[in-house]
C-alpha cells in the first residue's frame, strides 16, 4: 500500500503560477513513476506529466508541456508540479498517482491516488 497526500492549488489570475506537492508514504520501494493527473466534472482523466522515481525521467503532456514541470524530491519522497502560465481552461481537479508498473503517462497504470486539489484560474 502506498499513501499519496497532496498539497497546494487555489485560485490564480490568467498568467500565474501555483506548485502543487505529493508525499508518499508506505511501500515508497515499488513506486515506478509518479504522476500529475487533472479531472472534470463529466470527464476522463487526463495524464498531465510523470517523473520516475528511480532516473527522474520525465513525460509530458502536449496541452502542459513547457508550462508545467515536474520534480521530485526522493528523501522526502515528494514529487512536485509547478505551473506557470495558467489559463482558465487549466481550471480542474488535480491529482497525484503512483503506479508500480511503467513509465506511462496513461492513468489506467496507477493504483494509488491522492485526494485531489483543486485549481481554479480566473480574472
Known amino acids: 500500500q502506498v499513501q499519496v497526500v497532496q498539497s497546494g492549488g487555489g485560485s490564480v489570475q490568467p498568467g500565474g503560477s501555483l506548485r502543487l506537492s505529493c508525499t508518499i508514504s508506505?511501500?515508497?520501494?515499488?513506486?515506478?513513476?509518479m504522476g500529475w493527473f487533472r479531472q472534470g466534472a463529466g470527464s476522463e482523466r487526463e495524464g498531465l506529466a510523470i517523473i520516475s522515481r528511480a532516473s527522474g525521467a520525465t513525460s509530458y503532456a502536449g496541452t502542459v508541456e513547457g508550462r508545467f514541470t515536474i520534480s521530485r524530491d526522493n528523501v522526502k519522497n515528494t514529487v512536485y508540479l509547478q505551473m506557470d502560465g495558467l489559463q482558465p481552461p487549466d481550471t480542474n481537479m488535480y491529482y497525484c498517482?503512483?503506479?508500480?508498473?511503467?513509465?506511462?503517462?496513461?492513468?489506467?497504470?496507477?493504483?494509488?491516488w491522492g485526494q485531489g486539489t483543486q485549481v481554479t484560474v480566473s480574472s
Open positions: 498517482a503512483t503506479t508500480p508498473l511503467t513509465h506511462s503517462i496513461d492513468p489506467m497504470y496507477y493504483n494509488f
Open positions: 508506505g511501500d515508497v520501494a515499488s513506486v515506478v513513476a
